[in-house]
């Protein structure tokens, strides 16, 4: 008899407790490994402005989160609550996925499954990191700027694929380099480490999205690169700030043609601001 995970995806991704939620990710990625997975008699996904997440930490506007100087031991332990947090979300964006899309193939929301199963070993590994350092998940602020766009997309997977993992978290394949850098400067090699296996998973999450955003644009017979450069001017996204890793962008699936064509958009636009 083929398994409904949404049950347990909506006790998951509802769960106020990052121990809990990791805990029933784990289980609900056992559950559908190599499973015949079913959407029939669930009932309809809920609406919901916010996934759950715990009291603390405090989230303020992307603009209000604290400065502080990476050569202090809170300011190293800001920097790593800030990753920690953005793991965190990515858990909750990856079953929010799984779990509201519900009339694609199987294989995507197995997918979505195995990333957020993916996102709490890498929310594991940094939360043991800033436990080292003498700090916990939620002693530092933080922001909501990418659950915030969960909620936007909800009622569409083609804009989800589009903003969220193409955009949002392939920024993550830019800026990763260069805080892993910072990071070897301090000799934190075991902080090296835990970056180095977020950096190699979160190609493979860009890559999932953009695989299904492309089989959605073919599903509807709208042309990828067009309709992805129409979304970022109608949302503001921002598709480059500094350094574009080019090389990993192209591993998790953007053509050259493609990137080439962004670059060109976004100059464009800055001239125009």
Known sequence: MAYSP???????????????????????????????????????????????????????????????????????????????HIEFNAVNLALDAAYRFRNLPQAFTQDWIRVAKEEVYHFRLMRARLRHFGFDYGDFEAHGHLWDMAYKTAFDPLLRMALVPRVLEARGLDVTPAIRAKVAQRGDTETCDVLDIIYRDEVGHVRIGNHWYRHLCEQRGLAPEALFRTLIARYDMFIFRGYVNIEARERAGFSRFEMEMLEDFEKSMKAAR
């Open 6 to 84: 949404y049950p347990l995806l909506e006790r998951a991704l509802l769960s106020p407790d990052a121990d809990e939620k990791c805990g029933l990710t784990d289980e609900l990625y056992a559950a559908v490994h190599n499973t015949e997975l079913s959407a029939a008699g669930a009932a309809a996904p809920l609406d919901f402005r916010s996934a759950g997440r715990p009291q603390k930490p405090l989230l303020v506007a992307p603009a209000q989160v604290t400065p502080r100087k990476m050569n202090t031991q809170e300011g190293y332990a800001a920097m790593l609550h800030a990753i920690c």
